[in-house]
């Protein structure tokens, strides 16, 4: 009962320090609320065209119902339909997310996903592939799609993983999605999210300040990571080596010195 108990006393201590080693969070379609948002344009002389997306109209995405095997997709209505084949609809599905705390250069997110309609230009699909943008940056196709290649994206992808275009603090992702106006949609996986903490940011704001300062010289005066007065999972040992000391006030100093996490 007593290591119980001394164990949950170390968790709570590292919580209270604001020390949890838990990652940065994306969440996957089946959970739209709160976190997908949908702007939705229905344009019939608008096929294949960017202008016709439309980044302005956003409103909360919901889980489309008129297929079982597409349970955790989003549209903006549960029909996921705005008038039948034909009525060209465009949907950027967004979703933003926060590493602050984090460094963003060190992120990693893997996901899968799928979009309807694939942009394969026949069968009245619309001409569109699908694709998303991380913080404006470039359009990234379907997995395996291209217009010189284009391939159903009726199901989800193939894993792949996101190592570049973060930034610090707030992301935004958006998937360009145009439906042909019948039982359209969009569907994403998260299998894993992760990013190295902002090295410093002991207080996890976003900066390295004061505050983290306060932290780091509570830990420095401890020492030995196995002190049991040490903040679950030593983060103050910048360097991993089990003791906070010079060499961490070293690194701590690099980070002070340039305030803002990468
Ligand atoms: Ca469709
Ligand atoms: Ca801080
Ligand atoms: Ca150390």
Redesign the pocket.
Known sequence: MRRTSAIVALAAAGLFHGQSTAGPVFYPTAVPNGHWFVSTNVDRSGDGKFESFKTALFTQAVNVTYDAARADWIADVPSGSHGGVGSWTFFVFRQSFDLT?FDSTSAKLTIRWGADDSGEIFAQRGSWIPAYTLNGGPFIYYPGSSPSHRIPTYGYSPWFTITSGFVPGVNTIDFYVEGNGQTDGFGLQVQSFTADS?K??????????D??FSIFVVAYDLLDCTDPAMPLGCPSDLNADTLVDDADFSIFAVAYDAVLCP
Do not use: T
Not at 200 to 209: A, I, M
């Open positions: 705390g902002c410093g940011d002991l207080n996890r704001d976003g900066l390295v300040d505050a983290d």
